[in-house]
């Protein structure tokens, strides 16, 4: 039996449609956002309306706040420091319960369907997502990085 999959993606340099694209021709049930701020400058991916375009799409939304990387976590891979933004990331929000509580739940949606996390970040290696797709993959999910063309 195959694995169950959970994807990955970033919106960083993308536009809505081919983003919302990316996402039907994977065959994403639930996009699991896992941003602390779900707000973006980016037009289109701001909570809802990225909630209302997915729901056209029959793609459902669950912002998993809990799981959001801290200010400063941003600031450094902003800066391109992606090992101290998984040192934050893992010492200061995924040690806490609240965060292992979300987890818990964005595994159980994972098992139920295919999911996707979301994050600002186009490469999955700068972003916490990758973090977060490697713990589910320690509990036996495949995971995969898309990428909007």
Same mark, same amino acid.
């Given at each position: 039996?195959?694995?169950? $999959?959970?994807? @990955?993606?970033? &919106?960083?340099?993308?536009?809505?449609?081919?983003?919302?694209?990316?996402?039907?021709?994977?065959?994403?049930?639930?996009?699991?956002?896992?941003?602390? !701020?779900?707000?973006?400058?980016?037009?289109?991916?701001?909570?809802?309306?990225?909630?209302?375009?997915?729901?056209? $799409? +029959?793609?459902? &939304? $669950?912002?998993?706040?809990?799981?959001?990387?801290?200010?400063? +976590?941003?600031?450094?891979?902003?800066?391109?420091?992606?090992?101290?933004?998984?040192?934050? &990331?893992?010492?200061? !929000?995924?040690? @806490? /319960?609240?965060?292992?509580?979300?987890?818990? /739940?964005? /595994?159980?949606?994972? /098992?139920? $369907?295919?999911?996707?996390?979301?994050?600002?970040?186009?490469?999955?290696?700068?972003?916490?997502?990758?973090?977060?797709?490697?713990?589910?993959?320690?509990?036996?999910?495949?995971? !995969?990085?898309?990428? !909007?063309?």
């Amino acid at each position: 039996m195959a694995k169950p $999959q959970v994807f @990955t993606i970033g &919106y960083e340099g993308a536009d809505v449609d081919r983003f919302l694209a990316t996402l039907k021709d994977a065959g994403v049930g639930t996009l699991a956002d896992v941003r602390a !701020v779900a707000l973006s400058r980016k037009r289109g991916f701001s909570k809802s309306a990225l909630r209302d375009a997915l729901a056209n $799409q +029959g793609i459902g &939304y $669950q912002h998993f706040i809990k799981l959001g990387t801290p200010k400063e +976590g941003r600031q450094a891979a902003r800066a391109g420091d992606g090992d101290l933004m998984r040192r934050i &990331y893992c010492n200061e !929000v995924l040690v @806490t /319960e609240p965060a292992q509580e979300a987890f818990r /739940e964005l /595994e159980a949606l994972a /098992e139920a $369907q295919p999911i996707c996390l979301l994050c600002f970040e186009r490469d999955p290696a700068n972003c916490h997502r990758r973090v977060l797709a490697q713990h589910l993959a320690e509990r036996g999910f495949e995971t !995969v990085d898309l990428t !909007v063309l």
